[in-house]
């Protein structure tokens, strides 16, 4: 949450992007954190032996599963990220336009 909060208030501050290419984003972050949502409800719901029953092993399995494509999410996120901020600074106008952008958003 924390990467998808800190990238989205950059980006929509940004004046780079035009409203399309937000809404874009938007959408795009919204299918990671979904899936992220869904991976963490498979996690509680296997965890939960009230409600699943299932021999140890399973559950290990089921949650190393979702913690798998957790990290996937993750990575496709930072990765999202990274494409949005390099086409951000590919647009400046200026070396120091794109110092600044880099600094802005942690790029060396």
Not at 81 to 91: D, F, G, M, P
Request: hydrophobic residues 35%; aromatic residues 10%.
């Amino acid at each position: 949450m924390d990467e998808y909060k800190w990238a989205w208030n950059l980006f929509q501050k940004d004046k780079h992007f035009k409203p399309e290419e937000l809404d874009y984003m938007q959408k795009v972050y919204s299918g990671i954190l979904d899936e992220s949502i869904k991976n963490v409800d498979q996690i509680l719901l296997v965890v939960n032996s009230f409600k699943t029953q299932m021999s140890d092993a399973e559950r290990l399995e089921l949650i190393s599963k979702a913690s798998e494509q957790m990290e996937t999410n993750y990575s496709d996120l930072k990765q999202f990220n990274k494409q949005n901020i390099a086409l951000s600074i590919q647009r400046t106008r200026s070396l120091d336009e794109a110092a600044k952008l880099k600094e802005i958003y942690g790029v060396q």
